[in-house]
């Protein structure tokens, strides 16, 4: 596994308000990593320390292999050209088209601009280029942000809080057109507190809580082990939650003999229902 961020140990601090203590992971290059945990956690802070807009109180962040608080000019600018950042506030030019505003962009930082073509491809907004921004829909407003942030092609992908404030239909496509993009090599780094996006989409999970990661595994892995091994038989007599084990395997092959078994489920936690066991705090 290529590790392309690295977290050692890392903590910080706003005068005397603690953020981040004690953290540390590593995300691999490919992998979609989600960050989980309510608003005040710690999210957005471990999000601008790693795409260097902020340094941590102590310990060690990196990022391609680079020490982020001893990079020099020339690595940071390379930092910032394998990374794309995309937050729920990031703004467009209202007045402009979609086309203009990914021009503008291009010129700033001296991308090609055949780069729009391929971006708008990505995100599912070819139809709409020529369209001004302020005629859009939240959802595909957050659609160019993405295109914007994927213009450079960087190769590792910041989502802080991406779908917050889209409606369902919105959410998916933004999902979709990330899922792609993973597919095709881009590594993503997501944080949320929507437990359904981060189930939907990460390959791991952190649960954040209080500046602290609380667990650290991909969706199954934490069903698992947090799961109370219990299971749900629906049959003809009524509906029983039983602990898996011998007695329940008997009563269940009597109910399927004599016809009387309707339908077994086994009781998984949410994600939710792991958070809430582990830190006794909920993700809202
Ligand atoms: N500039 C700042 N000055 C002082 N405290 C801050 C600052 N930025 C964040 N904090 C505090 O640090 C803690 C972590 O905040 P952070 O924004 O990283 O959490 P978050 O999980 O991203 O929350 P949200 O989802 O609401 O954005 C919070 O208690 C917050 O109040």
Known sequence: MTSIIQIQNVAKAYGNKTALQQLNFEVAQGEIFGMLGPSGSGKTTTVKILTAQLL????????FGVDLAKMTEAERHNHMRQIGILTDNSALYERLTIQDNLELFCKLYGIHTKQIATVLEQVNLSSE?????????KGMKQRVTLARALLHEPRLLFLDEPTSALDPTNTRNIHESLRQLNKAGTTIFLSTHDMEEAE????????????????????????????????????????YHLTQNEETAKRIYEWMSQ??????????????????????????
Do not use: M, W
């Open 56 to 63: 941590p109180s102590s310990g060690h962040a990196s990022v």
């Open 129 to 137: 280029r020529k369209t001004t921004v302020k005629s859009l829909s």
């Open 200 to 239: 939907a989409l990460c390959d791991r999970i952190a649960f954040l809580h209080q500046g602290r990661i609380a667990a650290l595994d991909t969706p199954q892995q934490l069903r698992l082990t947090y799961s109370d091994n219990s299971v749900t038989v629906s049959t003809t007599e009524g509906c």
């Open 259 to 284: 016809g009387n078994l309707k339908s077994i489920h086994s009781n998984e936690p949410t994600l939710s229902d792991i958070f809430i066991t582990l830190t006794g705090g909920t993700l809202k």
